[in-house]
């Protein structure tokens, strides 16, 4: 049977490329830049984005409103991060193509959400949390490519998992210190964030991109970027099969702090808390697991990915305090990491010039998929009296449908190739 679809192609096709990914101080240096802007960027959401959830909840806002809105915003995604990242792919600035886009969006983010403590009513609450989401889609559909830009690919999963044990470690502590930040004041978590923001972006200004120069030569189409990730129509398979592998892991990071609050009669404080525990693991498993996905083989971890995450729904029907929830966050972080083999399957297909129309096409049946998912949650969750525990059961089942998705998607790369789909 034939390998993962262009693992044999050689990437590094220019003298500069070879000579870049070849320059290890220069790895390392945009390692550590990627990672504090990175990891600061999930610092501040990580706080602010559950706060502003359970706020507008107390506002009278419900998971089904929630719901719609994230979905159409997710629908809507699914086209722009194909403009937003095929233009990256065609920009040429003296300080990157991936960077400018991130300096655009940070300044209306950091505004939203510095501001949004100090409104008391529904409305301007929804337009900061919609101007927040907006601008989040520009940054990212763009800067997250530096994660692949920068690092050569053998060695995409081991970097990932450096930046992962980072995180790891700050994350736990900005979740241990938000439940103190709340006692301080409502509006000390927001300028947290923010600052972390700023600081974030900044750092941002410190990373050297590759020296790929690819001029516009033509105008965009909303084709344009399908018609080069889904040249080969066998790669389509494989895309369904990343979006409907994580469908569990989906429905239960979307609703967590919700039903947590909802059905568990958690306080926010108690929340964090209990979720924070989780961010240590990855210091452990991060890099055996990129190891793992680089020497072993996509395929066969997400086969592992999907064995435990089975596990991880029979231990979450067991969940119904702080300290279970927290055993088994604990536990659902050590698959998650698993979930990497499958984008990283279809990274290893793109040519770095044609990253952004790669990476596009499938954030487009990603966050369509999604958003499906996502508008289908927030109702059932609406209409059934928050039966919680039905709807994960429904995700681990479309998670299934997903792994069926890479069976066939390795039975047609044993056929001959396709011919490109059509725009």
């Known amino acids: 049977m034939s390998k993962e679809l262009g693992e044999k192609r050689n990437l590094l096709d220019t003298p500069e490329l070879r000579a870049y990914y070849a320059n290890r101080p220069l790895l390392w240096r945009n390692l550590f830049c990627i990672g504090l802007s990175n990891i600061g960027w999930g610092v501040a959401t990580g706080v602010t984005g559950p706060l502003m959830a359970l706020r507008m909840l107390e506002m009278g806002w419900t998971e089904a409103y929630s719901a719609t809105v994230g979905s159409i915003n997710l629908w809507l995604l699914s086209f722009l991060v194909m403009y937003f990242s095929w233009k990256s792919d065609h920009t040429v600035t003296k300080i990157g193509r991936r ?20 409104f008391h009513s529904l409305i301007p609450l929804v337009g900061l949390w919609l101007m927040q989401m907006m601008f989040s889609n520009l940054k990212n559909s763009t800067f997250p490519l530096l994660n692949i830009d920068c690092v050569a690919r053998d060695m995409l999963a081991r970097a990932q998992s450096i930046l992962m044990v980072a995180s790891g470690i700050i994350m736990f502590f900005a979740m241990r210190i938000t439940p103190h930040l709340i006692e301080l004041g409502e509006w000390v978590p927001y300028a947290f964030g923010a600052v972390v923001l700023l600081i974030s972006a900044a750092a941002a200004w410190f990373i050297q991109e590759p020296q790929i120069h690819n001029p516009q030569t033509e105008t965009f189409k909303p084709w344009s970027a399908l018609k080069i990730g889904l040249r080969d129509r066998r790669i389509i398979w494989l895309m369904l099969g990343v979006a409907m592998i994580a469908s569990f892991e989906t429905v239960f990071g979307s609703w967590v702090w919700i039903y947590a609050k909802a059905k568990l009669g958690l306080e926010r404080g108690d929340i964090f808390e209990a979720l924070s525990w989780a961010h240590l693991i990855n210091i452990a498993i991060a890099f055996p697991v990129g190891w793992l996905i680089d020497k072993v083989g996509g395929f066969k971890v997400v086969l592992l990915y999907f064995g435990m995450m089975l596990l991880n729904l029979i231990l979450l029907l067991q969940v119904h305090d702080a300290t279970t929830l927290a055993l088994y966050v604990m536990f659902m972080t050590i698959s998650n990491p698993l979930n990497n083999a499958a984008d990283i399957m279809v990274y290893k297909t793109s040519d770095p010039k044609e990253v952004g129309s790669i990476t596009s096409s499938l ?14 949650a927030g109702w059932f969750i609406q209409f059934t009296n928050r039966d919680y525990h039905s709807l994960f059961i429904i995700g681990a ?6 792994l069926l998705m890479f069976f066939i998607y390795r039975k047609k790369m044993a056929a001959p190739n396709e011919q490109p789909a059509s725009p």
């Open 363 to 376: 954030s487009f049946i990603r966050n369509f998929y999604n958003g499906c998912l996502l508008f289908f």
């Open 99 to 118: 960077k400018p886009y991130l300096f655009i969006a940070a300044v209306p983010i950091v505004l939203a959400t510095a501001l949004f403590p100090f």
């Open 397 to 402: 089942v479309l998670m299934t449908i997903g």
